[in-house]
């Protein structure tokens, strides 16, 4: 009997060393049996585990909110109003507050699985540069937290050509923000099939981040990205350059109209002749010589701002 008690002595003490292994569940078959006995009377192993589960619920809560109030902060920067008419309206409508019931209905918030006006207030209590109205209802941008930039926005945009297509807004502001705080991605659309253009343009925050982005890319494949079998290369430069580049583009072809007009104007019947020799399909399928010369990327760039 004295033999049996000594045993129910030490029980406890054994109980206690099973404890330690539930740190490391799962490391060895013999401590799966160890986490699960003391969770018969709901302690131990089993309110740990529901623990664990709840801080990383709250990581994903915390990621979630971040990400609308960057969206947020995005809708009421300058960079976006520079360009949204909408957004601008209806700001300028509701004198600086936009109901959250209509941002809302915005697609890309939609797409983050934005549903509950309660989600916009969590995000909203983040972000330094957005107050909300008394009873929750509306937002507006605190303009003497973030008041408006007054810096010429080009000076600080580059022109991308190259990057793959199925890259989003998401994934180009990523790739570009190794080289500074990215401000705004404007990718381009064709308006009968909405697939890429296959250039975008990208703003910085800074003119120098801008710089070192388009010096250290351009002629360049990332590494990061997959190959190409073309052996093409990423084509960036400042967004300067892309306008005078398009403006002279623009000035040959005014050039060009302007030549083929004092060309057909001496004659009709001289005009009459000299089209009857060249045939149909021909003249249809003819370009002028200065055109020819004109890298392809202008003319597609120039044909989705004209």
């Not at 580059?158 to 989003?168: D, K, S």
Request: with cysteine.
């Amino acid at each position: 009997m004295g033999k049996r008690r000594r045993r129910k002595k030490d029980a406890p003490a054994e109980n206690a060393g099973a404890a330690q292994p539930i740190a490391t569940a799962g490391a060895a078959p013999s401590a799966e049996p160890l986490i699960k006995k003391p969770a018969k009377d709901g302690k131990g192993g089993g309110k740990k585990g529901k623990g664990k589960g709840r801080k990383e619920e709250k990581k994903d809560e915390v990621a979630f909110a971040e990400r609308v109030r960057r969206q947020l902060d995005f809708y009421f920067s300058d960079a976006n109003l520079r360009r949204d008419k909408f957004m601008r309206a209806t700001v300028d409508a509701g004198e600086g507050f936009v109901e959250l019931a209509t941002l809302l209905t915005f697609n890309r918030l939609k797409a983050m699985k934005v549903t509950e006006a309660s989600q916009l207030v969590e995000a909203i209590k983040k972000s330094e540069m957005l107050e909300l109205n008394e009873d929750g209802t509306k937002v507006r941008r605190d303009f003497a937290k973030a008041p408006k930039e007054e810096m010429d926005p080009v000076a600080r945009t580059i022109y991308v050509e190259g990057l793959p297509l199925a890259f989003g807004i998401d994934e180009i502001a990523k790739f570009f923000a190794y080289y500074g705080h990215v401000k705004l991605v404007e990718l381009p659309h064709h308006r009968e099939t909405g697939e890429p253009r296959g250039f975008c343009f990208v703003e910085f925050a800074l003119e120098k981040e801008a710089a070192a982005a388009a010096d250290a890319t351009d002629g360049t494949w990332p590494t990061s990205l997959q190959d190409r079998h073309d052996g093409k290369t990423l084509r960036v430069m400042s967004k300067q350059r892309w306008l005078k580049h398009t403006q002279d583009y623009r000035d040959l072809q005014v050039k060009s109209r302007g030549s083929k007009v004092a060309e057909t104007a001496p004659t009709e019947s001289a005009s009459n002749s000299a089209s009857s020799s060249v045939p149909e399909t021909e003249k249809s399928t003819q370009e002028p010589a200065w055109l020819a010369a004109v890298p392809a990327h202008l003319r597609e760039a120039v044909a989705a701002v004209a």
